[in-house]
């Protein structure tokens, strides 16, 4: 029973062609988070919604964008992927306020730029 | 700056040994996660402490959080090689969002 399910688990593209990875939950979480994992490294926080609410991180690139059409959905859009942008990406969800506030993670999309 | 750091970075271990992993943090908190990550995999919830003196146990893994110190550590029993992974800490800063900040992860290696 996947709760937070992301789309497509490994993604090839070239560079500079664009991508798009998603993102969907069932836990009716109000916060949903992009993280980028490299290799060896901690996840890096890309940006997060608190219900519409975008929060942009200060160091995130330009190249990377996001949307939340609805509670359930968020999407990943890299405009221009180089090679410094092959990564895991995570996404995640937590319920603001109450509750344990920990968070949700999907299985990841790996993203390979040739 | 807000710093979560891990200590060991590396681990080796032997199976059947004990073992104790630190997280420091540089903020005020008393929100503080563990996750196991296995290779080429997501992270998996370990444990979540909520408060100060909190102590969680599953199995071989233990994990207790000082909020005074500013320190969690997460201790292994006993290891055996299915524990093999990286585990990452998580703060989330008291007052200050939805923001996780992760730690430098300690990559555990059980030896038999």
């Known amino acids: 029973d996947a709760m937070v399910i992301q789309n497509p688990r490994y993604q090839v593209t070239q560079f500079g062609k664009p991508v798009t990875l998603s993102c969907s939950q069932t836990?009716?979480?109000?916060?949903m988070y992009w993280y980028q994992q490299k290799s060896s490294q901690a996840p890096k926080l890309l940006f997060h919604?608190?219900?519409?609410?975008?929060?942009n991180e200060a160091d995130t690139p330009d190249n990377f964008q996001s949307r939340r059409p609805n509670t359930s959905f968020c999407f990943l859009d890299i405009r221009s992927p180089g090679l410094g942008d092959a990564a895991m990406y995570l996404c995640?969800?937590?319920?603001?306020?109450?509750?344990?506030?920990?968070?949700?993670f999907g299985e990841g999309s790996r993203l390979t730029v040739l | 700056e807000l710093k979560v750091e891990q200590n060991p970075l590396f681990l080796s271990m032997q199976e059947g040994k004990n073992y104790t992993i630190y997280c420091n943090y540089s903020?005020?908190?008393?929100?503080l996660y563990w996750y196991r990550q296995d290779p080429g995999k997501s992270l998996e919830s370990l444990f979540v402490?909520?408060?100060?003196?909190a102590v969680k146990q599953e199995g071989r893994l233990m994990a207790s959080l000082d909020t005074k110190a500013r320190l969690s550590t997460l201790h292994i029993t006993a290891a055996v090689h299915d524990l093999s992974a990286t585990y990452f800490c998580?703060?989330?800063?008291?007052?200050?969002?939805?923001?996780?900040?992760f730690g430098t992860g300690t990559s555990l290696t059980v030896i038999p």
């Open positions: 903020t005020t908190s008393d929100r």
């Open positions: 402490l909520l408060s100060n003196g």
């Open positions: 919604y608190y219900d519409k609410d975008f929060n």
């Open positions: 995640a969800t937590s319920r603001d306020g109450a509750g344990l506030g920990e968070l949700f």
């Open positions: 836990l009716n979480h109000n916060v």
């Open positions: 998580a703060v989330l800063p008291t007052n200050t969002g939805n923001q996780f900040y």
